[in-house]
Nanobody, 123 residues
Framework: QVQLVESGGGLVQAGGSLRLSCAAS????????MGWFRQAPGKEREFLATITWSGATTYYADSIKGRFTISRDNAKNTVYLQMNSLKPEDTAVYTCAARDGPTAQAANKYDYWGRGTQVTVSS
């Protein structure tokens, strides 16, 4: 089992930045590929970014490419999502997920999920 807890969400003005953290506990964090997703009210869950277990390779959704950066620190059992140039349409609940396998964009490929953290971007 892997437990995931997100933090770092909040209210920010358009154009601002936030860094989300996802702290993992339980089984060896470094064995897992990690992903970030978000879900806005009335919308489906959206893939944002994923990172390999080593951190060497990352993949991003086109909607956030160039603005968001995923990274991880295996010594701290934590994965991050740095979000810059935030827009009101980035408002959503942001959730991290762990996958015991290669990186993936499909949510149903992930084995463990956090509860999410709310990000609200005001115009």
């Amino acid at each position: 089992q892997v437990q995931l807890v997100e933090s770092g969400g909040g209210l920010v003005q358009a154009g601002g930045s936030l860094r989300l953290s996802c702290a993992a506990s339980g089984r060896t964090f470094s064995h897992y590929a990690m992903g970030w997703f978000r879900q806005a009210p009335g919308k489906e869950r959206e893939f944002l970014a994923t990172i390999t277990w080593s951190g060497a390779t990352t993949y991003y959704a086109d909607s956030i490419k160039g603005r968001f950066t995923i990274s991880r620190d295996n010594a701290k059992n934590t994965v991050y999502l740095q979000m810059n140039s935030l827009k009101p349409e980035d408002t959503a609940v942001y959730t991290c997920a762990a996958r015991d396998g290669p990186t993936a964009q499909a949510a149903n490929k992930y084995d463990y999920w956090g509860r999410g953290t709310q990000v609200t971007v005001s115009s």
